[in-house]
């Protein structure tokens, strides 16, 4: 008994082939993604929050640059740094927010935020990436919409057993004490 001999695909039906095999195990689709009473944003450390703030808000996020401090600068203000030819203000997110400074660790994060004016880096303790929550997993904010964070955190989300904030960045952006770096 001879084996069956293997057909000859054209690189053109090879790719084609792939594609179709990948597109079947994909986990969600398209309509799924963005279905009524989901919410999805980038999830991460602040202290002991755990926070997520919509991909709109996030520009970038980027290992933390070399920062040059500015004098007279508020404290939670770190200094500026050269992102790809823009000087951007550096900002410690848990410092503004809780007044204590963030302990800078090799592999620290920063999320690039726009803002009238220019964007501006700030500081996370741990980036947890992408973040999807659905209408049956909100939660009241106590606990955490606490101190200044209550300024900034729309809604909560239970995961698992972690609560999540959702943290409004660019109402942060807008805030004049924010905005008002200067010692």
Do not use: C
């Not at 203000?77 to 000087?87: D, H, K, S, T």
């Amino acid at each position: 008994m001879t084996a069956p001999t293997p057909l000859r695909l054209s690189p053109y039906e090879v790719i084609a082939d792939y594609e179709r095999r990948s597109l079947s195990h994909v986990a969600g689709l398209p309509e799924q993604l963005d279905a009524p009473g989901l919410w999805r944003g980038v999830g991460y450390r602040i202290g002991k929050h755990r926070l997520a703030s919509g991909f709109d808000e996030v520009v970038e996020i980027l290992p933390l640059p070399p920062v040059t401090p500015v004098p007279g600068a508020q404290p939670w203000m770190l200094g500026v740094a050269n992102i790809r030819g823009n000087l951007l203000p550096i900002v410690d997110l848990k410092q503004f927010l809780e007044g204590e400074r963030t302990v800078l660790h090799e592999g620290q994060r920063v999320l690039i935020v726009r803002q009238a004016g220019g964007d501006v880096a700030v500081t996370i303790d741990e980036l947890y990436g992408q973040r999807s929550f659905v209408d049956e997993q909100q939660i009241a904010t106590d606990g955490l919409a606490e101190g200044r964070y209550s300024h900034f955190i729309e809604r909560a989300y239970r995961l698992g057993d972690h609560p999540w904030g959702v943290f409004s960045l660019s109402l942060l952006a807008r805030t004049p004490e924010f905005r008002q770096a200067a010692a």
